[in-house]
């Protein structure tokens, strides 16, 4: 229940090593976090795409085309035949912050 408080006298160049000390060791240890996107192909499917902006298929199909309240998102490429998003456009959309207007709402306001 009780607590003992020791008090320790120490110069303020002695707490600055101690504390340099303390920050070398950390940094010595640190290992950074891998980069967004570094573990992802650099060509993706659908389906990899979709799953990484967290959207379905249908609105990745929609992201992809202009229409009057904005431009394309996310412009796939197609390579024989198939489709394919650059990991780099994948990465950018990303980070770009976006609303839409929701379909449904839209029809509700006419």
Known sequence: MFSTITQIQIT???LT????????S????????APEGFDLPELLTRRQT????????????????????RPAVLVPRKI???VRYQKTD?????????RFKHKA???RNQ
């Open 26 to 33: 950390e940094l010595a240890n640190f290992t950074p976090p």
């Open 12 to 14: 303020p160049d002695q």
């Open 105 to 107: 709402a839209e029809g």
């Open 80 to 82: 024989n035949g198939r």
């Open 90 to 98: 994948v990465l950018a959309a990303l980070k770009q912050p976006r």
């Open 50 to 69: 979709a799953d990484v902006l967290q959207v379905s298929l249908t609105t990745l199909h929609d992201w992809a085309t202009d229409t009057d309240d």
């Open 17 to 24: 090593e101690l504390v340099r000390g303390a920050v070398r």
